[in-house]
């Protein structure tokens, strides 16, 4: 917990109800979408919390470098991260390291449990965001950290002059491989498991004109190796043929999945992605339950989550008996 957003006296434990009814609205989620909402919201008058399973900031802060978010020329994510959490906690409660649990809707209130506490609040927005996708092959959890990375940008630099693989074939994966090889990988590899490759042309020819080699119709078996990666175990799609290619680096980037479990647990419409579905003023299907982020699918940019986070926070105030003029 930071020292900034200390933890909150809670008189109703002490009149013996058993649950904190400080707050009217809680945000679950610290990205850019959730600390717009925790700005938009208290400066509405809403009473905040924001919860935060890590440390906030979700995917962004992981950013080495964003070039299209307006006002920032050239910014770091980390460091715009920063600047978001220092502006929400002027106008919100930021709990960080403080997992929400479950959330049940009961009659016009929200119940949420957390790994500390439970809240009563009337209204929720939902920016949990997204996570990574795994491979789910052996080695993949054991390596990570020691040679298995999901960010080619957060790590490339420490595989300068090593061979490195970069696994999936969209538009992500082929940037990421052109990255590697600009920061001084010795080889770089592409696998994908189809034919062809998802990603756009100007991918495709500006990794062919790097000297990036490709190898399509083949998947991971096993990510293998002692203290650090080593090899990787390839299976041909086809022929079922196995080979090995010895790797110092494996990065993955075969897409991202919707944190969405929470929504499932109070039952919110989803996509048949996982992503939640919302209106133009980021309603759910249950009343009182809101969403922003990348947690709803479509762009999935910075400047699309902190609209819909405030476009949001605004909304809530329909479901907290406040009206907003807009």
């Not at 980390?78 to 960080?96: D, N, Q, S």
């Amino acid at each position: 917990m930071e020292e900034n957003s200390p933890k909150i006296n809670n008189p109703s434990r002490d009149r013996g109800f058993g649950v904190n009814m400080n707050y009217e609205l809680a945000v679950i989620g610290a990205g850019p979408a959730g600390f717009s909402a925790g700005i938009y919201a208290g400066r509405a008058g809403i009473n905040t919390v924001v919860f935060d399973k890590g440390n906030g900031g979700g995917l962004a802060a992981i950013s080495p470098r964003i070039e299209n978010y307006p006002g920032f020329e050239s910014i770091s994510g980390i460091e715009l991260v920063e600047k978001m959490k220092r502006h929400a906690e002027k106008y919100c409660t930021l709990r960080f390291y403080e997992e929400v649990t479950s959330i049940k809707k009961i009659g016009e209130k929200c119940n949420v449990e957390t790994t500390e506490d439970t809240y009563e609040v009337g209204a929720i927005i939902l920016a949990m965001g997204t996570e990574h996708r795994k491979l789910d092959v052996p080695g993949e959890k054991e390596y990570q950290g020691r040679g298995v990375s999901y960010c080619a940008t957060c790590d490339g630099f420490f595989f300068k002059d090593k061979k490195v693989a970069v696994v999936g074939g969209g538009n992500t994966a082929l940037v990421e491989a052109i990255y590697l090889k600009q920061v001084g990988c010795r080889e770089v590899y592409v696998i994908h498991r189809r034919d062809q490759l998802r990603a756009e042309k100007t991918y495709q020819q500006e990794a062919i004109d790097k000297g990036i080699n490709f190898l399509l119709k083949k998947t991971v078996r096993e990510i293998k190796g002692d203290e650090l990666v080593k090899n990787l175990i390839l299976i041909d799609v086809e022929t079922k043929e196995e080979t090995i290619l010895p790797i110092d680096g494996v990065f993955i980037s075969i897409g991202v999945i919707p944190q969405n479990k929470l929504a499932e647990q109070l039952q919110v419409k989803l996509t048949e992605q996982g992503y939640i579905v919302v209106d133009s003023e980021m309603r759910t299907n249950i009343r009182g339950v809101y969403a922003a982020g990348d947690i709803t699918g479509g762009l999935r940019q910075i400047v699309t989550a902190v609209a819909e986070g405030a476009t949001a926070a605004l909304t809530s105030t329909e479901a907290l008996g406040k009206s907003y003029p807009y």
